[in-house]
């Protein structure tokens, strides 16, 4: 199994970026389904992006397409979300997650088929 770390998370405003880094240990992060989910105070947990196993196809939720781009860097076993031009809407903790599902060309959105989990890393954009 995996272990996953996040980091990057900080306060930057509106407007702003940041980058997220996800490190593994244990086993590889390139053999699962990497992804960013995000939980705001009060909300459910949220998909963000999804890097593939397979040709590290990647999606992005709507509200994040053309913002954020999801990375891996294998030689450092680490997956990357570069959030730019930030909004206080995404203020949230967010969480990184492997699966080992074979297929998630469809359902990479649910978070249940992600078994292994981050601690979180906190991030507030300010108005």
């Known amino acids: 199994q995996v272990q996953l770390v996040e980091s990057g998370g900080g306060l930057v405003q509106a407007g702003g970026s940041l980058r997220l880094s996800c490190t593994g240990s244990?086993?590889?992060?390139?053999?699962?389904?990497m992804a960013w989910f995000r939980q705001a105070p009060g909300k459910e947990r949220e998909f963000v992006a999804v890097?593939?196993?397979?040709?590290?196809?990647?999606t992005y939720a709507e509200s994040v397409k053309g913002r954020f781009t999801i990375s891996r860097d294998n030689a450092k076993n680490t997956v990357y979300l570069q959030m730019n031009s930030l909004k206080p809407e995404d203020t949230a903790v967010y969480y990184c997650?492997?699966?080992?599902?074979?297929?998630?060309?469809?359902?990479?959105?649910?978070?249940?088929?992600?078994?292994?989990w981050g601690q979180g890393t906190q991030v507030t954009v300010s108005s």
């Open positions: 244990g086993r590889t992060v390139n053999m699962y389904n």
């Open positions: 890097i593939r196993r397979l040709g590290a196809t990647t």
């Open positions: 997650a492997a699966s080992a599902v074979i297929d998630l060309s469809r359902t990479y959105y649910q978070a249940p088929l992600y078994a292994y």
